[in-house]
C-alpha cells in the first residue's frame, strides 16, 4: 500500500488523484470550514488537523498508527505569490511553506509533491528547492498548465517534485517502514553524492547563472488577464515546462475556440 498525508488539502484534489491512482491517504489538513466538510464528506475514516502547526510526527502516530508515509503533498497557500494580491511573500502570515517543511522533516516522506501559482518563481521557488536539498531531497519544479492536462482553460501552476536520497535504496525492510530516526542516523556519502550530481545536472540543464528559479523567470510574464496566471513564453529548448505536450494542447484548444488564455 502507498500512503499519502495530504497538507492545505482544500476540497480534497490532490486526495482524489491520489485515491484514483491507487494511493490511500491516511491523513489531511485543512483550516477552513467549507472544504473540511467536504473532506469529512468523502473520506469521513481519514484523520484530520485543521492547524498544521499541530501536525507532529508524534500526534501523527496518535492518530494513524504510522511512522511515516510514502508522499506528502501540499498546496501552500498561494496568496503570498500570487498577483491577485499584495504579494507580500516570506512577510506574509500565510507564507506557510516553512510549516510543511517542518512536517516534512519530522515524517521524511519518500516524495514531496508541492503545487502553488507561478509568482512563487520569482519570490519563493529558489528557497524552497534549496530546503528539499538540505532536508535531503532532489527536486524539480515545472510549470504546468490546466488545458495541458485537457481541461478547458490556461491556468498556469507550479509544480514541485522531490523524492529522498535518503530512502530511495532503503525505503521499507520487511515490508514495514524505518523509523524516520533511524533513516536519520545511517545517512551515508551517498546522500551528498547523488544530491550533488542531481543539482550539477540541474544546473546544466537550467538557463541563467542564478539557479532553476532564474531559468523559469526567463520564460515568465506577468499576466494582463487573469489575476491568477501568468502567461508563459514555452520555449521547445526549455527542459522545465514540458512543452512538448503543453504547447501542443493549448494550441489546439485555441484553434478550436475553448482555451481563451494567450501563449
Given at each position: 500500500m502507498?500512503?499519502?498525508l495530504s497538507?492545505?488539502s482544500?476540497?480534497g484534489?490532490l486526495?482524489?488523484a491520489?485515491?484514483?491512482a491507487g494511493i490511500t491517504?491516511v491523513?489531511?489538513?485543512?483550516?477552513?470550514d467549507y472544504?473540511?466538510?467536504?473532506?469529512?464528506k468523502?473520506?469521513?475514516?481519514v484523520p484530520?488537523?485543521?492547524?498544521i502547526?499541530?501536525?507532529?510526527?508524534?500526534?501523527?502516530?496518535?492518530k494513524?498508527?504510522?511512522?511515516?508515509v510514502?508522499?506528502?503533498?501540499g498546496?501552500?497557500?498561494?496568496?503570498?505569490?500570487?498577483v491577485?494580491?499584495?504579494?507580500?511573500?516570506?512577510a506574509?502570515?500565510?507564507?506557510?511553506?516553512?510549516e510543511?517543511l517542518?512536517?516534512?522533516?519530522?515524517l521524511?516522506?519518500?516524495?514531496?509533491?508541492?503545487?502553488?501559482?507561478?509568482?512563487?518563481v520569482?519570490?519563493?521557488l529558489?528557497?524552497v528547492?534549496?530546503?528539499?536539498e538540505n532536508?535531503?531531497?532532489?527536486?524539480?519544479?515545472?510549470?504546468?498548465?490546466?488545458?495541458g492536462?485537457?481541461a478547458?482553460?490556461?491556468?498556469?501552476r507550479?509544480?514541485?517534485?522531490?523524492?529522498?536520497v535518503?530512502r530511495?535504496?532503503?525505503?521499507?525492510?520487511?515490508g514495514?517502514?524505518q523509523d524516520?530516526e533511524?533513516?536519520?542516523?545511517?545517512r551515508?556519502?551517498?546522500?551528498?553524492?547523488?544530491t550533488a550530481?542531481?543539482?550539477?545536472?540541474?544546473?546544466?540543464?537550467?538557463?541563467?547563472?542564478?539557479?532553476?528559479?532564474?531559468?523559469?523567470?526567463?520564460?515568465?510574464?506577468?499576466?494582463?488577464?487573469?489575476?491568477?496566471?501568468?502567461n508563459i513564453?514555452?520555449?521547445?529548448e526549455?527542459?522545465?515546462?514540458?512543452?512538448?505536450?503543453?504547447?501542443?494542447?493549448?494550441r489546439?484548444?485555441?484553434?478550436g475556440?475553448?482555451?481563451?488564455?494567450t501563449?
Amino acid at each position: 500500500m502507498i500512503t499519502h498525508l495530504s497538507l492545505f488539502s482544500g476540497i480534497g484534489g490532490l486526495d482524489l488523484a491520489a485515491e484514483l491512482a491507487g494511493i490511500t491517504t491516511v491523513g489531511q489538513c485543512e483550516w477552513a470550514d467549507y472544504p473540511s466538510k467536504i473532506l469529512e464528506k468523502h473520506w469521513p475514516d481519514v484523520p484530520r488537523w485543521r492547524d498544521i502547526r499541530t501536525l507532529t510526527k508524534e500526534s501523527f502516530y496518535e492518530k494513524t498508527g504510522l511512522r511515516t508515509v510514502d508522499i506528502i503533498s501540499g498546496g501552500f497557500p498561494c496568496q503570498p505569490f500570487s498577483v491577485a494580491g499584495k504579494r507580500g511573500g516570506k512577510a506574509d502570515d500565510r507564507y506557510l511553506w516553512p510549516e510543511m517543511l517542518r512536517v516534512i522533516h519530522e515524517l521524511r516522506p519518500a516524495w514531496v509533491l508541492g503545487e502553488n501559482v507561478p509568482g512563487i518563481v520569482s519570490m519563493a521557488l529558489d528557497t524552497v528547492l534549496a530546503d528539499l536539498e538540505n532536508e535531503g531531497y532532489a527536486g524539480q519544479a515545472f510549470i504546468v498548465p490546466a488545458c495541458g492536462v485537457d481541461a478547458p482553460h490556461r491556468r498556469d501552476r507550479a509544480a514541485i517534485l522531490a523524492y529522498s536520497v535518503d530512502r530511495r535504496s532503503s525505503l521499507r525492510r520487511n515490508g514495514k517502514f524505518q523509523d524516520p530516526e533511524e533513516d536519520g542516523r545511517e545517512r551515508s556519502d551517498h546522500r551528498r553524492g547523488e544530491t550533488a550530481a542531481f543539482s550539477g545536472q540541474r544546473r546544466e540543464n537550467e538557463s541563467g547563472p542564478s539557479g532553476m528559479a532564474d531559468g523559469l523567470r526567463a520564460g515568465v510574464h506577468e499576466a494582463d488577464s487573469d489575476a491568477d496566471s501568468l502567461n508563459i513564453s514555452r520555449r521547445d529548448e526549455s527542459p522545465l515546462l514540458g512543452t512538448e505536450f503543453t504547447d501542443q494542447s493549448c494550441r489546439e484548444r485555441e484553434r478550436g475556440g475553448i482555451c481563451t488564455a494567450t501563449i
